[in-house]
């Protein structure tokens, strides 16, 4: 069971889908006001989430008061995770809700575009390439034309490509031609349907001595075009520094490890003017911008009673400020300028909700519910001040169903009812709006156009309280939670969800074949709903066999479920195909497989996908049986293995010893192990005096920062950064007499295509002459580079480093990647 983490302090109820609701204190209140009348904003625009500046964030947030927002083209698919085992885009969805998490601590909004990181990428040429730079420049515009920044600022540099990833430098490209495009009219002109041009004043580019190569090079840049300030800001009335909370938000990011500790004292940022006018230290960014209540026409009287509530604050009874609030939030509903109308009146609504003590809140009695079945909804009112507060109606969404009270709230006194309404039979399931459609490896697929941008699928289950408040009417919006009593973490809220009525599991994504022999596979069928019962197809492509084609299930209870058996048998040769699960219940047809994600930083995350079981026949000798792998970062190599027939024991650094190896036919390494477990420093010489017996070592990719041993070889051996992303990269053989490309399969350029994400990474760049380079790759426009494989004899035995992405090839079932490292295996033998 895992508790949601209590933020420090929370801003924006708009987006909080599963936290538990936000309860402000009279000093975040305050703070609110002060944020109601200030009328600026800031958007920061980078490539993947954690590229954001923190402390800028929060600086001009929580310091300036501005509306702040960060953009982030993608959502981060292509990287890793360091707390389990999600990649693609479940990574995606788990970083997005960590850019979330950081937001509700920094008060930022967040963004997105339709950008799919697709992995590392050297070059923005390249990355423009992958992407549909159109639709991606299209989306920046539209975020600029929707959140109608004053201020733009880059994290990244647009003038250096190459200097670092593909994608930074692709982010600040667009962000400079955003800037000039969002304003004009004839720049997709598609969007003009929705919303108007919007110029902003300024672009800056947030740079660092980082960008410089250092501090020295930095002291004696030419800073002429800068501004500098001071972002060490301590607000008392939060107890914390911005330099603190900038680190609570970056730890956010656990799936990178970012964990951050906060720093007090004063901190310089600095921004390089790259398009408006300078503005003067004094006044920064929002030089000769107002940024009060003045800049709407009909501000003028806002601004006079809303500067007196702020002056006037009552920390021990914020209710006191509600007459003027009130007077207020009808004078918002009646300017003309719908941009701040929208924002304010959300902004000015959240402040009198908290200044009344008000709680509202439609609790779902289940967590979860299928479309046409009814819903029973708790719903609860207090009003905690003295005010004259009238509930009028309760509205639930999607089929409006409508409760109409018409109580008086008295203070303290509250009130609750339930009420039941049907989910329509067409409701859509809760599931995110990007991966709704199949997208392209550079690219998601939103077609709808007010969808683009927004951080998460709007919510599709709500109430709407309707309200007056000293005579006038104020409606709150609410999402339907779920919430229940956990034992040992008391009130625990989880997000309500409208799922398919059946969940089809396979146990695993790919079934590897290396004989004819059938395996038998389970698909575990689980009703959301009670009393279910269909029929289960498989149909799968030719060649391969199923048995039985068809079955029924029948399941008394919801969350009860069916192990159903098949049997499968490939076909001879090598073939690859899709095994796809039909349920059909009451003549509708079901595929969808439900994937949760839990962890305890975030709200837990559904993804319904398309059920599939990828099966791959393969056509792979093999010499040897037996062998021991090493952990490292954790991959899924070993798993694979044991696919295509090895037998794979798991050892720890720890229980090396002398002699126990011996029984093993190879020793493999698992990803990044010589960076990560130390105890390998105190192992290298028993490792290495397996290989002099006639054993076969198989080192996998290490980085060449932070080693725990001085010798990762018997040889010399030397990393570097060198890498091949293209995954399609011509490879040409250095030694194609070579066992390794002969025996006991022979390899071809053939067995080099289909290959998924990359080559290889941080392959060596120099070593001893007893090794030999068996491939050579590269990206385009670079050299060659030889160092992927490299095998060397080492008394009786083999030592072999190899930099090649096995651990991305296999779960994806690349039938050339298992026969080389079958090959690796069978060295010698
Ligand atoms: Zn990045």
Known sequence: MRKLVFALFLFSFSFSKAQAPEKWSSSEIYNQIKKLNFLGSVLYIAAHPDDENTRLISYFSNEKNARTAYLSLTRGDGGQNLIGP???????????????????????????????????????????????????????????RKFRPDVIINRFDHRTPGSTHGHHTSSAILSVEAFDLAGSRN????????????????????????????????????????????????????????????????????????????????????????????????????????????????????????????????????????????KAYELIQDLKDEHWKEIKIEQIKDIIYACSGLYLEAVAEKPAITPSEELKVELEAINRSDENIVLNSIELTPNNSILNPGVVLQNNKGWDNKMTFKIPETANYTTPYWLEETGSMGMYTVKEQKLRGLPETPLNTKATFKLSIKDVNISFEKPVVYKFNDNVYGETYKNFEIVPPVDLKFEEDVLIFNTVEPKEISILVTSKRADLTGDLNLNVGAGWKVEPIKTNFSIAQSGGSENLKFKITPPEGQNETRLEPKATINGKVYDQHLIEINYDHIPDQNLIRPASLKLVKLDIKKKGQNIAYIEGAGDAVPESLVQIGYTVTRISPSAITPGLLNKYDAVVLGIRALNIQDELKYKQD????????????????????????????????????????????????????????????????????????????????????????????????????????????????????????????????????????????????
């Open 686 to 829: 028993i490792l290495h005096d397996y290989v002099k017996q006639g054993g076969t070592m198989i080192v996998q990719y290490n980085t060449n920062r932070g080693l725990v041993v001085n010798n990762i070889s018997p040889f010399n051996l030397s990393l570097s950064r060198d890498r091949v992303t293209d995954e399609n990269a011509e490879v040409t053989f250095l030694a194609p007499e070579h066992a390794i490309l002969n025996t006991p399969n022979k390899l071809t350029g053939n067995d080099f295509k289909g290959w998924v994400q990359e080559r290889g990474l941080y392959f060596p760049g120099t070593w001893d002459e007893n090794f030999t380079p068996i491939l050579s790759m590269h990206d385009q426009g670079e050299s060659p580079k030889n160092g992927s494989l490299l095998v060397a004899e080492y008394g009786k035995g083999h030592y072999i480093y190899t930099g090649i992405s096995f651990f991305r090839q296999f779960p994806e079932a690349v039938p050339g990647a298992f026969r080389l490292f079958a090959n690796l295996i069978s060295i010698g033998k």
């Open 187 to 326: 720049a997709y002109e598609d969007q003009l349907e929705y919303l108007s041009p919007y110029q902003p004043k300024r672009l800056f580019f947030n740079t660092s001595p980082w960008f410089y190569g250092g501090d020295e090079a930095f002291e004696s840049a030419d800073k002429s075009n800068f501004i500098n300030f001071d972002t060490g800001t301590y607000f008392p009335l939060r107890g914390i520094s911005n330099t603190e909370i900038a680190s609570i938000s970056r730890s956010q990011h656990r799936s990178q490890g970012f964990g951050s500790t906060g720093s007090r004292g004063e901190q310089m940022e600095y921004l390089e003017l790259l398009k408006g006018d300078l503005p003067s230290k004094e006044f920064g960014v929002f030089e000769g911008i107002d940024t009060s209540w003045n800049r709407v026409k009909g501000g003028e009287e806002i601004e006079r009673i809303l500067s007196q509530v702020e002056k006037n604050f009552d920390f021990a009874n914020p209710s006191k400020s509600l007459s003027e609030l009130m």
């Open 86 to 144: 999600e990649l693609r885009e479940q990574l995606g969805l788990i970083r997005t809700q960590e850019l979330l998490a950081a937001r509700r601590i920094d008060g930022g909004q967040q963004f997105f575009t339709r950008a799919n990181d697709f992995g590392y990428s050297k070059a923005p040429s390249e990355t423009l390439e992958i992407w549909n730079k159109d639709e991606v420049l299209s989306d920046v515009v539209w975020i600029i």
